[in-house]
């Protein structure tokens, strides 16, 4: 900026201390500048207020604003002169070379009687409503032609005065009170904590400083364009741009932060009935944080230079401002991240770890649906496992061939997908399904190592916004985190099946003789430590060899089903019924004493009695039959090998009975298990 600029009095500065005077209040005042001394004026006249708003104004009235500014320019004095609507006017011709322009121009006055005459004309001449310029000069304030004249002459007197050291003076003295209000805001600035306190210490200052009428910002927003809000005399909302128009404002003044609109400010901000717009630029390098605008703004060099370093020193605020709130958001997120990892570690079972995954990753980026799909043991296909947004029982239909579809191409190739439009991406190019409230969508391969086991989908961006590369970036951080927690639950459930392998009979599906003895301690532990009775009952099927030999192997083995089955809806939750080896079976009744058992044993005893078997009637009994022997703690014993014996040999003295009966274990009999064990046998 020139020393010159800076130097000069400037049009808006002289009219901006006449307006100070009391006399011109109802005036409104403007300026004409001579464009090349040959008699062509470049005006910037509003004598009725803005002329594209005011009905009273039309081109006629500039033209005959124009011919009254040659009319003084040429004479020298100050011209009275009505306008098109019957207005009264002065031009006042300014002889100073100093200065840029050549007249000042008043009016937006009318007389005390309003012609109605030439108002029904001039509404007939313009195709106007009558009723509503009645009103509009009804607002106006009053004047004579000779008060007006007056006022004229006063205004060819006091420019000489304003034009002398006098002005310079003031105006230096008010752009000092401006360096110092700005200097004071701009500590303000720099203590601002977030960008909303940065723009509305700027617009503030802009608005009331500077008198700047309307103030809006252009910031970032999802789908690539910038959101157009008003700061100051402007509606919150006014629409957006697209995010390549928001930074062709400066493609073409790369060294300048500062740039002026004209012929394109309404195509731009349509929201906003202005021609100008002056645009600073709020950013780093090539990144655009956004656009300061101020719309139908003149201001003198002193002033744009201050709003210069203002609006400079706000956006390296505000640049510092996004990179603490980045700093922070990163903490936060980190922080979320390792709560979230925390969470997954203490989940048990596959089945919640797989929704906790997708609930944890779908709140990372604003998803609302999503699922996770996990590859078969042939690896040929996927299934969904766990859904969000969509009825499971549907969801787990859906099987999708690896290779083929969104998910199966991403389980084929492990390579993440982002998509902004699924109908427009030539990677997809398929339309929308109606079920998804979006078209952008980001899909994550699981890993296990180096194997893909799996993909996580997610769509349906809250707010109708789309999927960024942040986004990605963040799921992708996610997803490898949650493998881990996805291979520890694998390895779980793989040893827990191995487990339940060593303690089950593959046969019959009941715990095994090993689980038995595993249990049988902590139970009679249990009993010793709290008082409590326990029983032990061995259940074992009358001529089940005669049966075998008969029937075959297979209908056997089939028996021994159906005798664990009957077994296990006799016993209560809190019983323990293992295969104990053969056509034998054991029972453990926690909390049952022996007289409370005999009646439990019978109840079974019938139950299998009655049970119908294939081809029993040619056993000699003619049904398949049990015989129970039944110990109890403390009665019979006070250790699992001894109860385990007594009980036993309580089921040897069944058989040796008569079998298909219940025995109670006696203390006198412990020493008989060998002899009735083989008197048993001879029977068989």
Known sequence: MSHAELTTIQPVELLENLKAHPFLAPYHLSFCCDQDGAGRFKSAFTICGAVEQNPLCSKICRTMVEEA??????????????????????????????LPFSCIIGGGVREKEIDLAHLEVLSAADNLDVVALLGELEQLPTATEQEVTETAHRVQ???????????????FEKTMQRL??????????DGARTAC??????????????DIARIAIL???????????????????????????????????RTDQTVTIEDDCRALFPAVEADRATCIRFGSGDELLGVLVLFDTTLPPRDEMLVKLFTGRAASR????????????????????????????????????????????????????????????????????????MNMQLAQSMVVQVGTGIAGKVAASGHPLLVNDIEKDKRIGTPNRPR????????????LRDDIIGVLN??????????????????????????IMIERAISIERADILEQLSITDHLTGLYNRRFLKRRMEEELSRSIRQNLGLTVMFVDLDHFKIYNDLCGHLAGDRALKRLARILSESARQMDIVTRYGGEEFCIILPGTSKKESIFVAERIRRAIESEEFPHEENLPQGSLTASIGVSSYPEDGSTDAVLIKAADVALYRAKADGRNRVAIASGAEADEGPHLKSVAQNQQ
Do not use: Y
């Open 69 to 98: 500014v040659q009319r003084a320019s040429g004479s020298g004095v100050p011209v009275v002169f009505r306008c098109h609507a019957g207005l009264l006017n002065f031009a006042v011709p300014i002889k100073n070379g100093d």
């Open 157 to 171: 007197e006091l420019v000489p005065s304003l034009l002398t050291r006098n002005l310079h003076s003031l105006i």
């Open 180 to 189: 110092a209000a700005v200097t004071g805001v701009s500590a303000g600035i």
């Open 197 to 210: 306190d940065v723009m509305g210490l700027v617009s503030e200052t802009l608005g009331i400083l500077f």
């Open 219 to 253: 910031v970032p927003q999802g789908g690539g364009s910038f959101a157009v809000k008003g700061l100051w005399g402007l509606d919150l909302d006014l629409g957006s741009v697209p995010a390549a128009k928001a930074h062709g404002i400066f493609s073409r003044h």
């Open 318 to 389: 505000l640049q510092q401002v996004r990179s603490e709130e980045r700093h922070s958001s990163e903490s936060a997120q980190a922080e979320k991240l390792l709560h979230m990892f925390s969470t997954l570690s203490r989940t048990e079972g596959k089945e919640e770890l797989n929704q906790r995954i997708l609930g944890m990753a779908a709140d990372l980026v604003d998803a609302s649906s999503g699922s996770i799909m996990f590859k078969n043991d042939n690896g040929e296909t996927l299934k969904i496992e766990s859904a969000l947004g």
């Open 436 to 447: 998804f409230k979006t078209k952008s969508f980001v899909s994550i391969p699981i890993r």
């Open 458 to 483: 997610l769509s349906d961006k809250k707010n109708q916004g789309i999927f960024t590369e942040a986004d990605l970036k963040l799921l992708i951080t996610f997803a490898d985190h949650a493998s």
